[in-house]
């Protein structure tokens, strides 16, 4: 099948055409409707579905708009009362008739003779929210939401000066790649200075978000919020055990490959010991790797690269350019990371991020690529309910990117030399996110299961699940009150909790495609697409299937997809 990145935005034909998402009374028409509705067949079932889809669609685009408007300048006030209106005035009276609207579809008659194998997950995510649906949540669940977007205010305020100019974090960052060692360390010190500045408000912030998140799932019947948001994510496939295994695997067949690289590293740079600001540095004489200099050449490079891989990833990024959907250099007032966000009813998403001219800027571009290639896939679909894809899955279409486009890297990097570089650190850094996917998924097992724990008690416990997953050739001494509060610069905790995971499962699958890849890269790529295409229609290990993957947390797979990985390195680093 032919695919073409010149996606049409969704006609609206039950909702008017100039219909504005500025009132709830303008809104609610439209809810009583579905709910009225007599709806006396299959046909007029799926009518209905369709108009419901409609709805959902105008109001989850509508929402993305004022959420990538405020993000994109966090220091605009108007931005944040508008998102903040949305969160409290609208999500709030819309979620009592999603509820009656999805037992209105589980209660027809009619439902049982939709097409089950289509619809099995979407009635499956059905069911799931009414049984989490309580009245007693709306309120504490909108005030998460405006709360939650407190991180990326605080965050985006922070800043550092060196050599006389003042830098975002992200753009200080880069100073952590350059040869003079003492200036790492001054700039390492000042980042980490910088954000202890924050600290008790960042603890506040997230104290405050644990209590509402755990009574949340009190009102709803669970013991903690842990029980509750596995539900509540859909992680119908796997259980806590499953990523309890998971963390026992990344001890036994991850650390010791990190061990190998810290070991090495420490041996190129010639140090007797190996410090947290030499991770990313060169030895003397060889000059940080800068792939690029401003968002426009990161952009353009992107494209020719997706370009040689398959035309059609290029063309979804020249769509999204077309109509100015990227905002992608770090600055000033700018909230921290990076994220593609779906846009229901335009198709082409936006990719928000901080690049600030380094490898990883060019890691995060074909990553969030690839989560737009993803949106772009699923655009057609008849029901928005079959784009909401498993966030596990959704996550293989981004990292299996950056290990795809790793073949066509010579448009960042003309230089032999650099370009080898550049895929042994991106292979490096496929073995090192592990040991930090599983702290940031363990310390979220604890946080959750103790919600009455003190800040003292968080900083402990986050500092043991840290030096679990640590590799012992850094040294860290005298730098223990920088990691107490290592896990504050991690925004999942704060905006995404319980998300992180994901990227751990995923990485698996991306490995697995890679895998695929350098047998045959065409056979690989479509099974990609065809993984992709199917959105949310399918379960988690069907979609895995259907990638011509596994979906296997276990130690004894972990292990086999590593060494894969180590021997890659292995070959680059001797040619």
């Not at 408007?69 to 903040?84: A, G, I, R, V």
């Not at 954000?195 to 978000?209: E, F, G, M, P, V």
Request: hydrophobic letters at 35%; a negative charge; proline letters at 4%.
């Amino acid at each position: 099948m032919k695919y073409s990145a010149d996606i049409e935005r969704l006609p609206r034909r039950f909702l008017p055409t100039d219909l504005s998402i500025n009132s709830w009374d303008g809104i609610e028409p439209f809810f009583k409707d579905l709910v009225n509705r007599n709806v006396d067949s299959v046909e007029s079932l799926e009518q209905w579905l369709k108009d419901m889809s409609e709805l959902e669609s105008a109001l989850s685009e509508d929402a993305c708009w004022r959420q990538i408007k405020m993000t994109c300048d966090t220091e605009n006030k108007s931005l944040e009362e508008s998102f903040n209106f949305f969160m409290m005035e609208i999500q709030p009276k819309v979620q009592p008739y999603a509820d009656l609207l999805n037992r209105k579809l589980v209660e027809s008659p009619f439902t049982s003779k939709l097409d089950q194998g289509k619809f099995f997950t979407y009635l499956r995510n059905v069911k799931k929210s009414i049984d989490l649906f309580r009245e007693s949540n709306i309120l504490l669940q909108a005030e998460m939401n405006v709360e939650a977007q407190h991180f990326g205010m605080i965050s985006g305020k922070m800043t550092v000066t060196v050599n006389g100019q003042e830098y975002t974090l992200q753009q200080a960052a880069k100073f952590l790649e350059d040869p003079d060692r003492n200036l790492r360390e001054e700039v390492y010190r000042k980042i980490a200075d910088r954000r202890l500045q924050d600290k008790d408000a960042l603890n506040d912030l997230y104290t405050s978000l644990l209590r509402k998140r755990n009574q949340v799932a009190l009102n709803t019947d669970f013991s903690n919020y842990r029980d509750y948001r596995f539900v509540e994510l859909g992680r119908f496939d796997y259980t806590k055990e499953d990523c309890y295994q998971f963390h026992d695997a990344v001890k036994m067949h991850v650390m010791p490959l990190v061990d190998q690289i810290y070991e090495e590293k420490k041996k190129k740079l010639g140090l007797s010991e190996l410090r947290p600001w030499d991770i990313e540095a060169e030895p003397v004489g060889i000059q940080p790797l800068r792939p690029f200099k401003t968002g426009e050449e990161l952009i353009q490079k992107t494209i020719e690269c997706f370009d040689r891989l398959r035309p059609y990833f290029a063309d979804c990024l020249r769509k999204m350019k077309s109509l100015g959907h990227l905002d992608l250099e770090s600055r000033k007032g700018k909230a921290p990371g990076g994220y593609n966000c779906p846009l229901a009813e335009s198709g082409a998403p936006f990719i928000f991020m901080n690049a600030a001219g380094q490898l990883d800027d060019v890691t995060t571009m074909v990553h969030e690529g690839g989560h737009a290639i993803h949106s772009f896939l699923t655009h057609d679909e008849e029901l928005n309910g079959f784009k909401e894809y498993p966030t596990e899955i959704a996550e293989v279409a981004s990292m299996s990117m950056e290990l795809f486009s790793m073949d066509h890297w010579q448009v960042f990097f003309n230089d032999e030399e650099e370009l080898l570089r550049a895929k042994e650190q991106q292979l490096e850094r496929v073995i090192t996110i592990f040991p930090w996917i599983a702290t940031i998924d363990k310390f979220q097992h604890w946080v959750y299961e103790n919600p009455e724990h003190t800040i003292e008690e968080r900083s402990s416990r986050w500092f043991e699940i840290l030096e679990e997953f640590s590799s012992p050739v850094i040294d860290f001494s005298g730098l223990a009150e920088y990691r107490r509060y290592g896990w504050q610069r991690q925004l999942h905790l704060f905006e995404v909790p319980f998300y992180y995971i994901e990227y751990g499962i995923a990485q698996l699958g991306a490995i697995g495609l890679w895998q695929q890849y350098k047998k045959s890269p065409e056979s690989a790529i479509n099974n990609y697409i065809t993984a992709l295409d199917l959105g949310a229609t399918r379960t988690l290990p069907e979609l895995f299937k259907a990638a011509g993957l596994r979906f296997d947390l276990s130690p004894a797979y972990i292990s086999g997809l590593m060494k894969f990985v180590k021997g890659e390195l292995d070959s680059l680093k001797k040619s």
